[in-house]
Structure formats: structure tokens, C-alpha cells
T-cell receptor, first 116, second 116 residues
């Protein structure tokens, strides 16, 4: 079974300061991990993904995430927040296929608030 | 590329009425997913299709919910009869493959359903 825990429901930062959104996962096998972003009244958009290649993954808009197997973590970071980064972020895990098909399990989301 | 198109964007209905949500996936995508998003439960997978065939409907909450995909360019999610606890944002997503190693999930902008 797979699960994902986003440790913070809300994170507030000032524009220009670093962003850290935390995610821990559990998986019976080697997982694939993703971060999606959702802006208000929009669908989710893929930020980045980890699929057993390099452990440090770079995504769009300056975000990156590091896969740490020993800590079962996949935290999302950005060196300097922009106002446009204000959105909800979802950590997602996918495990070995069930009946031949994998599905994605979404975390509950972290709302990122960016103040001027 | 018009993206995944969902209609309507908003639906307000009275308890007991039938509700039909519609989705047009991206052309060429062979997987289609229906998700429900609520504050309490986050993003839940309801059902998904591969090449128009339902693969896993274990997330469908009860018999009041049904989904169809009569062809590669159209899917519906129907609730009959609707109840207030069905109020949520319903997302449709499509992908090439399962959204893991191939292309990511592409989400529509969702249908916000309110049942009074």
C-alpha cells in the first residue's frame, strides 16, 4: 500500500525568501513521486517528477525536490518565492501496479501563501 | 492543444436531482480519470478508463455514481439521485499511459457541484 503525508496544511513566506514544502511517503516498492500545483479555480499541473533516476529533480518555475529514501521524504524547495507561487501544492506517490495498473495517491495539499 | 475540457464549470442543484458532468480529454490520450476534491478528504480517485474501458471503479462512493466513456473523446460522470454530501469539485484528467512514466496527468479546470 502507498500513502503520502504533507506535513503542513499552510506555509507562509515573504516574497524573495526560500520555500520548503514537506512531504513524506510510504511505499511497499520503489515509488514514483510527483509534485503538482493548483492555482485558484484551476486544475492541477505537474511541477516535477521522480522516477528512479537522479535523486535531485528540477521542475518548472525554479522548483526542485530531493528524493531521500532513508528518510522517505520528497520535500519541495525553491530558493526565492514569487507572488505568483501562491497556490496549493500536492505531493503524489505511485506504487507498483495493482492488477497491472498503477494509480496515483495524492496528499492533502499544502497551501503556500506569499506576502509582499 | 485545448487541454482537458470539462462542463459545466459550476452546477447548483437540489437534493434528489440527477447531475451529469462532462469531460473531453486531450486527443490521443488513452487514459481518463475522474477525481473528486473536498476540503475534508482531499483529492480522491473515483474511476479511470483505459481506451474507453473502465479499469478501476473502486473509488466510486456508491451506486448513485456512474461513469461512462462511449468514445475516446467524451466521458460522463452521473450522480442520481444527488445528495448534499456530494458537493465537491470534480476533476477530469487524461494522460498517455498511467501518468507515471509517460506523460503527466493533464487536468481540466473542474466542475464545482453544489447540492442543496
Amino acid at each position: 500500500a502507498q500513502s503520502v503525508t504533507q506535513l503542513d496544511s499552510h506555509v507562509s513566506v515573504s516574497e524573495g525568501t526560500p520555500v520548503l514544502l514537506r512531504c513524506n511517503y510510504s511505499s511497499s516498492y520503489s515509488p514514483s513521486l510527483f509534485w503538482y500545483v493548483q492555482h485558484p479555480n484551476k486544475g492541477l499541473q505537474l511541477l516535477l517528477k521522480y522516477t528512479s533516476a537522479a535523486t535531485l529533480v528540477k521542475g518548472i518555475n525554479g522548483f526542485e525536490a530531493e528524493f531521500k529514501k532513508s528518510e522517505t521524504s520528497f520535500h519541495l524547495t525553491k530558493p526565492s518565492a514569487h507572488m505568483s507561487d501562491a497556490a496549493e501544492y500536492f505531493c503524489v506517490v505511485s506504487d507498483t501496479p495493482r492488477g497491472g495498473y498503477s494509480t496515483l495517491t495524492f496528499g492533502k495539499g499544502t497551501m503556500l501563501l506569499v506576502s509582499p | 492543444d485545448a487541454g482537458v475540457i470539462q462542463s459545466p464549470r459550476h452546477e447548483v442543484t437540489e437534493m434528489g436531482q440527477e447531475v451529469t458532468l462532462r469531460c473531453k480529454p486531450i486527443s490521443g490520450h488513452d487514459y481518463l480519470f475522474w477525481y473528486r476534491q473536498t476540503m475534508m478528504r482531499g483529492l480522491e480517485l473515483l474511476i479511470y478508463f483505459n481506451n474507453n474501458v473502465p479499469i478501476d471503479d473502486s473509488g466510486m462512493p456508491e451506486d448513485r455514481f456512474s461513469a461512462k466513456m462511449p468514445n475516446a473523446s467524451f466521458s460522463t460522470l452521473k450522480i442520481q439521485p444527488s445528495e448534499p454530501r456530494d458537493s465537491a469539485v470534480y476533476f477530469c484528467a487524461s494522460s498517455v499511459g498511467r501518468g507515471i512514466d509517460n506523460s503527466p496527468l493533464h487536468f481540466g479546470n473542474g466542475t464545482r457541484l453544489t447540492v442543496t
